[in-house]
């Protein structure tokens, strides 16, 4: 099956710091998802962008399908950005509601 | 909205035990899935359903049944519990047939088996 790579596997930031978080993929994608899950394990959903570049406020996400990675930046951190962002792909011909999850990048913002 | 409702929360069980965890969407969406999420491993999909009556199995299925009967609901049933199956589950729903911006989760269940 299709593997997801995400890196770092940490990362730990002074409040205000920028990041970026990458996401790998070893095969053609037809949806990448990326998600927020907080201290208290709620799965937020941040973006669908299985190509292109999407904005939200002080995160944005570009994916490059052609090359198989997206990118989630986060600027101006903040502590409440803290918990683990993951991506998740499906797959042409995959049937609706089968993601992938890679195994996550665990952020702490720190004061 | 309610979103996506998922019961219990936390639930301990003793090998050889059955249980189901409840999950219930009132967005009326037609595909639902189930995941557990292990410790390092990210979310790993049980079962999912495209729709109301069909049902299909995900990358990790074994110990674990589904049914879905309602648009609403879809029930996830250990059938004799093993401590290989102490994990969060999640149950998560969209309106699109790939996942997409209205993908949303439940809460989960933290189940433990001893």
């Known amino acids: 099956g299709i593997q997801v790579e995400q890196s770092p596997p940490d990362l730990i930031l002074q409040e205000g710091a920028n990041s970026t978080l990458r996401c790998n993929f070893s095969d053609s994608v037809n949806n990448l998802q990326w998600f927020h899950q907080n201290p208290w394990g709620q799965l937020i959903n941040l973006f669908y962008i299985p190509s292109g570049t999407k904005q939200n406020g002080r995160l944005s996400a570009t994916t490059v399908a052609t090359e198989r990675y997206s990118l989630l930046y986060i600027s101006s951190s903040q502590t409440t950005d803290s918990g683990v962002y993951f991506c998740a792909v499906g797959i042409p011909g995959g049937t609706a509601s089968k993601l992938t999850f890679g195994t996550g990048t665990r952020l702490q913002v720190t004061l | 909205n309610a979103g996506v409702t998922q019961t219990p929360k936390f639930q301990v069980l003793k090998t050889g035990q059955s249980m189901t965890l409840q999950c219930a969407q009132d967005?009326?969406?037609?595909?639902m899935s189930w995941y557990r999420q292990d410790p390092g491993m990210g979310l790993r999909l049980i079962h999912y359903?495209?729709?109301?009556?069909?049902?299909d199995q995900g990358e990790v299925p074994n110990g674990y049944n589904v049914s879905r009967s309602t648009t609403e609901d879809f029930p996830l049933r250990l059938l004799s519990a093993a401590p290989s199956q102490t994990s969060v589950y999640f149950c998560a729903s969209s309106y699109t047939g790939f996942g997409g911006e209205g993908y949303t989760f439940g809460s989960g269940t933290r189940l433990t088996v001893v």
């Open positions: 967005m009326n969406h037609e595909y």
């Open positions: 359903s495209v729709g109301a009556g069909i049902t």
